[in-house]
C-alpha cells in the first residue's frame, strides 16, 4: 500500500548503501525533475528534491511489486538508462466504496555519468535489488508453509476461449499479459480445443519442462487438468506441479477462494481477475486438497471443489443454456429451479470429523430433536440475519441416527476397522495407486464409525472443500485450501421457496449459517456416501455432471500445490 509522510529522509550517502540502497535521479520526462530513492528490505521510498519545505515522500511496500526492468532509452543519442518498478497496491476504487489492487508504475533516468553502459549497468543494480527484496517480501499468512516457485519459472497458461461469456482469451491479453511480461514471467500459451484436451494433454506431457500449470478458465479446466495429472503414472511426482488459477468462466469458485484465503477485501470480475495473476506473480505455493471420488461404474475422480446433488447440481446444469449472460446465469438457473422446487429421495452417511462438539446457544444435541421441525415457520416468515461472524458450527435439528438403517448399503458394520487396500503396483513394481483408506466397497455397509442420516427427502446435498462456489457465494467462510475437511451440507424437504432464496442471498455475506434455518444442517466429514433413490436427477463433480447414481468421496489432505497468497 503506498504510504504519504512529511518527514525528510536522513543523510543517506549519494547512489550508495549506507543501511539502505540510496540514490538521485532524474525524472523520466523532465530532467530539471529530480527524485532521491532509497530502498530497504521491506519499502521503496521516493521524494521530489525541492527547496520546499515539507516535502511529500511516497513509499511503497515491496509485498505489491511484482518486478523491475532497467533499459536503454529509445533515442540512441541518450547516454542515460532506466528502470521502472511495477506495484499493484491497494488503493480506493474510482467509483463504488473499498480498496482493490490497482496498478501503478514507477519510472527513472539513470545518468550519473556520461559512459552509457555505466549508466545501464546502475539501473540494472537497482533493478535487481528491488526484484530480490520483493520477492523476499511475498504476503504470507501467518500458520501457512509455503514454498515459492523456481526462479526463472517456465509457465503452461491453458486457456479455454470458450469459457465464461467467451473473453477469456481477450480477458488474458488485456489483463495478464502485461503483468507476467512485468514480472519477467515466461509463459506458453496453449488453447484448448474441445472438452478434456487439457486433460489429455497433461496426461502426456514432458512435465519436466514446466515449473507451473496455469489455468485461465472457469472451474471446468482445472478439473480435467487434476484427473489428467492423477491419470499419469508418474502421478505422486505430477501432482506436486504448482497449479495456479486465473478466473475466465461463469463460476470462479477457486479463484474467488484463493483470493479470498489471500485476506484480500473482496473483488469480482476484472478486480479477482488481478488479484489472481498477482498472486501468480508473486509466486507462493502452498498445499490444496484433493477428493477422490468414487461412482458406480467404479469410475474413480479428483475434485478440488465439490460434489453437489439436488438443486445446487441443477442449477449448475441447467443454467448453462444462459452461458453467455456470464455470471449471472446462475442466479437466472436460481430462480428457475426455485419456481419448480424439486425434493430428491435418497441416502446420505458420512464419517465426521472428531472434535468436540460447540452447540450454539439454544441449539438441540443431534440425537433427541423430533424427526420434522419444531418450527417450520421459522424461514418462511422471518428474514435471515446477515452476520458478518457466523458461528462454524450452526447444527442440525434433525436426527441422525445411530442404528442400522433399513436398507442395506448405509448400514454400518459390526466392525469399526476398514481394511485397507493394498496399493496397486504397476508390472514394474514403482508406481503405486492412492488408497481411500477410509471408503468401503460401495457394495459393502458403511462402518459403525459412520453417521447415517435418517431423513431420504433432500433439496440439496453439497459436499464442499474451499470457501466458495461462486464469485458471490462465500459458502464456508472458515474454509481453507489445505484444511483437510470435506464441509458437508444438506437441506431437507420442508423449507419453503422463500427460506431457500434467502439462504442463498445470505450466502452472499457468508451468513447463511446464522439463519437458524432448521432445514440446513452443515457438518465438518472426512468421508460421505450418497445413494439416490429418485430415478432422475443430476450429480456434479467440480460443476461437470457425472455419472447418476451411488457415489462415494474421501478427502485427501495436502496432495496437490496450489499458488496462492
Known sequence: MEKDASEPDPSCQRNGVVGALYGEFTDTLNDRVRYSVSLTESTLSIQRISSSPGRTKVVFDLTDCVGCRAYRGPDSADVGAYFTAYFYPFKRRWMTAGVARQRVEQRFRVA???????NLQEAERWARAIRDASVLQAPRRDGVAYTLVRRPCRVMILVNPHSGRGQALQLFTGHVQGMLTEAAVPYTLVLTEHQNHARELVRKADLSQWDALVIMS??????????????????????QTPLGILPGGSGNALAASVHHYSQSPPAWNEELLLSCGFMLCKGLVGSLDLVSIHLASQQRLFSFLSLAWGFVADVDIESEKYRHVGAIRFLMGTLVRLATLRVY????????????PKLPKGSIKANHPPSTPQHPSLCSSLPCPLIPDPSPNQNSRHNHNSTNSNHNTLTKSSNNAITAKRPETQSDGKTIALVDSLLPGLDQPVPESWTVVNEEDFVLVL????SHLAEDLWTVPGAMADDGLIHLFYVTAGISRPALLRLFLAMEKGAHLACGCPYLVYEKVKALRLEPIS???????????????????????GLARLIYG
Open 345 to 356: 429421495q435418497g441416502k446420505l452417511a458420512y464419517l465426521p470429523v472428531k472434535e468436540a
Open 463 to 466: 459436499a464442499i472443500y474451499q
Open 218 to 239: 472457469g472451474d471446468g479446466l482445472l478439473f480435467e487438468v487434476i484427473n489428467g495429472l492423477m491419470e499419469r503414472e508418474d502421478w505422486q511426482e505430477a501432482i
Open 112 to 118: 550519473l555519468v556520461q559512459d552509457p553502459l555505466a
Open 535 to 557: 430415478r432422475q436427477g443430476m450429480i456434479t463433480v467440480d460443476g461437470e455432471m457425472v455419472e447418476y447414481g451411488p457415489v462415494q468421496a474421501q478427502i485427501h489432505p
